[in-house]
């Protein structure tokens, strides 16, 4: 936790050093934050700019507390994984390691720190569900499915496409025999009643104001043509956006560690069920998302990915 800490300082200083002029997303909070309101732009939901404007109420309007509020996102949501990975992996080595192996990726480890707002709260708060997710799995107290709750509202208040993670994860877990056991649906209810909660305001505010999700999905990823070339540019697309978004890290660990991609053995899976299980979820939730994405290819003729769009699909890549 010390070594993330030291990155994120080190990012820090070496922003505040080279350059006190924002970026688009930098500049877009420091013009929405001078006001509190339930909603923006419907195009990004405002918990970044909620959070914009309480540390800039509490420490005031200037470049570098936006620039330090952005990094102590990154860190919180670094140690969540970190935390995570002690769950799944029970290892502490073995943690950081999979923590750290964002960093090789241009995604995570270089976009933030020249660019980007919405996408670094994103990052985070994934990371937080994969935490709460895997708290739910390993103890099952309602305290865990009410916060993993909490986290899914905060993480589609962050971005809309947070609850692609979510339906995925949740999918995987049910479809894995040993941990769909150990689920209590009334606790579950109780995770839905809080997200729900809390996303009402906000949701409240956009269908006053006639917004529809589909329309904007529609115009983001350009879905607006149709036939086979079309669905053929959006798989193409989509499978770029993936192999681009793991690359570094992907390469590197192929490389290195290229037995580890064969399928375990029956006596490992005897010895280490949870391992087994475990790999089993992680590597579900990653083909629902993909699934899901690609079905707005099949269904909507979307034709345009970008690799900053697959952070709630790859997020367990590294686990």
């Not at 470049?63 to 935390?83: D, I, P, R, S």
């Not at 976009?111 to 980007?116: E, F, G, N, Q, R």
């Not at 994969?130 to 993480?155: P, Q």
């Not at 375990?264 to 994405?293: C, H, K, N, Q, Y």
Request: proline share 3%; hydrophobic share 60%; with cysteine.
């Amino acid at each position: 936790i010390l070594l993330l800490l030291r990155y994120c300082l080190a990012h820090l200083a070496t922003r505040l050093a080279l350059s006190p002029v924002f970026s688009l997303d930098e500049a877009e909070q420091m013009l929405f934050a001078q006001d509190l309101s339930l909603g923006y732009r419907f195009r990004h939901p405002p918990l970044i700019t909620w959070i914009t404007w309480t540390t800039q109420y509490l420490f005031g309007l200037s470049g570098g507390v936006l620039f330090a509020m952005k990094y102590v996102v990154m860190f919180l949501g670094f140690v969540a994984l970190f935390e995570a990975g002690r769950i799944v992996l029970r290892d502490n080595a073995l943690a950081a390691c999979a923590t750290f192996a964002f960093m090789m990726t241009f995604t995570v480890g270089y976009y933030p720190h020249v660019d980007l707002m919405h996408t670094v709260l994103l990052m985070s708060l994934l990371c937080a569900a994969v935490l709460m997710l895997a708290r739910v799995v390993a103890y099952g107290r309602w305290s865990d499915y009410a916060l993993f709750g909490a986290v899914t509202a905060a993480g589609i208040l962050a971005k809309y496409i947070f609850g692609v993670f979510t339906v995925a994860a949740i999918a995987a877990v049910l479809l894995t025999p040993a941990f769909r056991l150990r689920l209590d649906w009334r606790y579950g209810l109780l995770a839905l009643v809080v997200a729900l909660a809390l996303l009402a305001p906000y949701a409240w505010w956009a269908m006053t104001l006639d917004y529809s999700l589909t329309e904007l999905a529609s115009t983001v990823t350009k879905s607006d043509a149709s036939g086979l070339s079309a669905r053929l540019e959006g798989t193409a697309s989509l499978a770029l956006s993936l192999l681009e978004f793991s690359l570094p890290f992907l390469a590197v660990f192929v490389a290195i560690f290229a037995p580890a991609l064969l399928p375990a053995t029956p006596d490992r899976e005897v010895a280490d069920a949870d391992a087994v299980a475990w790999s089993r979820v992680l590597g579900l939730t990653m083909a629902f998302g993909i699934a899901m994405m690609f079905g707005s290819v099949l269904i909507m003729g979307a034709s345009e990915f970008k690799a900053r769009w697959m952070h709630q699909i790859l997020v367990t890549l590294p686990l």
